[in-house]
């Protein structure tokens, strides 16, 4: 069976993405310190913001976020998926470098 570059996913796609404190470090501005349930905030890039709304969890796996003012959630491919506007496969293939390689 051929597949698509974009379309195929490793079965282990889940332990190749980046590390959620790295990737959020990278791709929000003025990302906080974690606190002691490695939570941290940012100014919420989905909306207008001028303190510090985004809830990112940079110790789970997953890196979960969430907004209480805009209502953003997810996990760390949603967030890809939204920032970059790629549809689902792409969006993990490119957040385990695998984006445009068969």
């Given at each position: 069976?051929?597949?698509?570059?974009?379309?195929?996913?490793?079965?282990?796609?889940h332990?190749?993405?980046?590390?959620?404190?790295?990737?959020?470090?990278?791709?929000?501005?003025?990302?906080?310190?974690?606190?002691?349930?490695?939570?941290?905030?940012?100014?919420?890039?989905?909306?207008?913001?001028?303190?510090?709304?985004?809830?990112?969890?940079?110790?789970?796996?997953?890196?979960?976020?969430?907004?209480?003012?805009?209502?953003?959630?997810?996990?760390?491919?949603?967030?890809?998926?939204?920032?970059?506007?790629?549809?689902?496969?792409?969006?993990?293939?490119?957040?385990?470098?695998?984006?445009?390689?068969a």
């Amino acid at each position: 069976m051929n597949r698509s570059p974009t379309t195929y996913l490793p079965k282990d796609w889940h332990d190749r993405l980046p590390d959620p404190a790295t990737y959020y470090a990278q791709h929000l501005e003025k990302l906080g310190e974690a606190d002691g349930k490695g939570w941290a905030m940012a100014p919420c890039p989905f909306h207008d913001d001028h303190a510090p709304s985004l809830n990112v969890r940079l110790i789970s796996r997953k890196g979960t976020y969430h907004c209480p003012t805009c209502g953003a959630h997810g996990d760390m491919v949603a967030f890809h998926m939204t920032r970059t506007e790629l549809p689902f496969k792409e969006a993990v293939r490119d957040l385990i470098g695998l984006r445009g390689r068969a």
